[in-house]
């Protein structure tokens, strides 16, 4: 809670820009966007949420917008680019094949609907479906698309899904409304985003535990 605290702080001090907090929140948000678009287990992670705070901070002036944007866009391509090299793995690794039971049976199903109905243009929304954004990759090379036509699509829907997220935080940012409560929303965004990944790391262990159980009983 004190980091919380110290955050919404530094917050609106003038020298926020040029403290090793600025730095340290591209670190952190970077890495995140890898894991949450590159790999099932952190799929929970709330890329969504941090982008939108990352546009509050824009509007204030404490983050510039085209490092921004070239920095989570580049998060967010290699995240998807690692999905996409899972999918080719699993496509000539039989017995790494039996990893997909434990994806959630629902979800799995879903995003293959889109991605057979589609195509690789299903990108560009599945990046706002928390989960689907990590496995659609991993079904295009599963399937054997050229990455080619992959980095195409994946470039170019990361750039689409940062600046969408960026530019709302932005302009909620500016909204007169949010000025007058802009602490308490910032805490409540904070809070989201931990809730997310309390309840994502459950959520996957019940998984987990349950096609453990399923297996042992067949």
């Not at 939108?52 to 490092?67: C, E, R």
């Amino acid at each position: 809670m004190s980091i919380i605290n110290s955050l919404l702080y530094s917050y609106n001090e003038e020298n926020f820009f040029h403290s090793n907090l600025v730095w340290s929140i591209y670190i952190i948000i970077f890495v995140i966007l890898i894991l949450e678009n590159g790999i099932i287990p952190a799929s929970f992670l709330p890329g969504d949420s941090l982008l939108i705070f990352v546009g509050l901070l824009v509007s204030k002036g404490v983050l510039n917008l085209p490092i921004t944007l070239f920095l989570l866009t580049t998060a967010a391509g290699i995240g998807s680019w690692i999905s996409y090299l899972q999918g080719k793995w699993l496509r000539k690794n039989r017995k790494m094949k039996k990893w997909l039971i434990y994806l959630p049976n629902q979800s799995y199903q879903k995003t293959y609907n889109i991605f057979y109905r589609y195509g690789l243009s299903a990108l560009f929304f599945v990046r706002f479906i928390v989960f689907a954004r990590t496995l659609l990759p991993i079904l295009v090379g599963f399937y054997g698309l050229s990455n080619i036509q992959f980095q195409l699509f994946n470039w170019i829907s990361a750039f689409f899904w940062v600046l969408v997220l960026v530019l709302l935080g932005f302009f909620i940012g500016e909204n007169p409304f949010f000025q007058i409560y802009e602490k308490n929303f910032l805490l409540f965004l904070l809070i989201v985003s931990a809730i997310f990944i309390i309840i994502g790391i459950t959520s996957f262990i019940l998984i987990y535990i349950r096609k453990i159980k399923e297996k042992k009983n067949n």
